[in-house]
């Protein structure tokens, strides 16, 4: 967006990571996206803030530094712009917010009391919302939730193997990257038509944090990522499911308090973990012919997405579409292919040539499933809710 684009209203959407934070500029009118820009690799050397004018290193910042960079732009590139309304991304909402809503000082003080169930997004994200509500006091400000899309799981994958007493507490399978999924619901029924999206999909988010959801009728049925979003498969530099009793031994052997092991299996574990070199799948790519820690790190991510494709093709009772988005499930080619291999007994077979440039479609002519390569875009979905409930109000 230019400093002379006035006209009209508009929504400016805030998605924070647990070390990025983007912003993105929407027409209230024609949800076209005007301008955005996001802060990479927080509190890292690497850290950057990637704009229309490309990459620009800074320095390593926290999140409430990071905000006042982003803010800078913002007041530079759309300070004539009139915003009414923004949007929020909230990963977790406990077990009584999911539905997106107005935000108010009420919500703002029962989030607060939920950062248990999500200490490594929810206090940073409650800060932004701070942040800009001060910034910007007269737009609506809406939270939309990413647990949201999964709310309504059905209780065989919902409920956790665990004491009724603690499932009335809260403690369930919520599941994550919701916004995501919703998106490429959307998207696929946008491209492909209702019947493909309301078939039976498999859609594999694959960033730096990686899940996945089995859909049905545009309904999740289940999904990776349980009641945290270091749940679920490898990621960068998330575990994903471990054997519960490792708590204990590391307790008693190592002497972990349950800090420790959080640090561990939320910031030391996934692909650099197991590498110990580094948790970029391209740089691990690269490594892995003279590198076996390089290689192992590519081959069991790989693996644990396989064998999570393969179970949820049985909880759907067959498989229509397969879908890859995210960082890696849209730009890895090699991802997608060591994937895929011994996928063919589902009916799994990729195109090598469209597979290696990304097309869209990427299954073989004559594949009995469609294996397909969505951008996905957060934002997007996160305006549309925002601007969908300040019509409302």
């Not at 929504?11 to 996001?38: C, H, M, P, W």
């Not at 059905?154 to 665990?162: D, E, F, G, N």
């Amino acid at each position: 967006m230019n400093n002379n684009q006035s006209r009209g209203s508009y929504v400016l959407t805030v998605n924070a990571g647990s070390s990025s934070i983007k912003l993105s500029v929407f027409d209230s009118a024609t949800t076209q996206k005007y301008a955005e820009a996001s802060l990479e690799s927080i509190g890292q050397p690497s850290a950057s803030l990637v704009t229309a004018a490309g990459r620009s290193p800074v320095a390593a910042l926290a999140h409430a530094d990071a905000a006042d960079i982003l803010i800078a732009w913002l007041q530079t590139q759309c300070k004539d712009t009139d915003i009414t309304a923004v949007g929020h991304r909230i990963v977790h909402g406990g077990p009584h917010y999911f539905k997106s809503q107005l935000v108010t000082s009420n919500l703002r003080r029962d989030l607060s009391k939920l950062t248990a169930f999500d200490p490594e997004h929810l206090p940073a994200e409650l800060t932004l919302v701070s942040t800009f509500q001060k910034l910007l006091p007269n737009a609506r400000h809406i939270a939309c939730f990413d647990t949201a899309f999964h709310h309504d799981l059905p209780a065989k994958a919902r409920l956790l193997p665990i004491p009724r007493k603690l499932s009335e507490k809260g403690i369930r399978r919520y599941g994550f990257h919701g916004l995501s999924y919703d998106y490429i619901v959307d998207e696929l029924r946008r491209v492909e038509g209702t019947a493909a999206a309301n078939g039976k999909v498999i859609i594999a988010h694959l960033g730096s944090g990686a899940s996945l959801a089995a859909v049905h009728g545009g309904q999740a049925v289940d999904t990776t990522m349980s009641m945290t979003p270091a749940s679920g498969i490898p990621m960068s530099t998330r575990a994903g499911d471990l054997d519960p009793g490792l708590a204990l031994y590391l307790a008693k052997t190592e002497g972990y308090d349950a800090e420790q092991f959080n640090q561990m299996v939320h910031h030391e574990s996934g692909l650099l973990g197991i590498s110990e070199t580094t948790s970029d799948m391209k740089k691990l790519l690269d490594l892995q012919d003279s590198d076996a820690r390089a290689k192992d790190a590519v081959d069991i991510f790989c693996y644990q997405v396989q064998k999570q494709i393969g179970s949820f093709a049985a909880a759907l009772g067959g498989l229509h579409t397969l879908v890859f988005t995210g960082g890696m499930g849209e730009n890895a080619p090699k991802i997608r292919q060591h994937i895929c291999e011994n996928l063919a007994f589902l009916g799994i077979t990729l195109d090598d040539a469209r597979n290696q440039v990304s097309e869209r479609l990427i299954s073989a002519n004559g594949s009995p499933v469609g294996v397909h390569v969505i951008h996905t875009d957060e934002a997007v979905t996160i305006a549309k809710e925002t601007i969908r409930l300040t019509q409302e109000h």
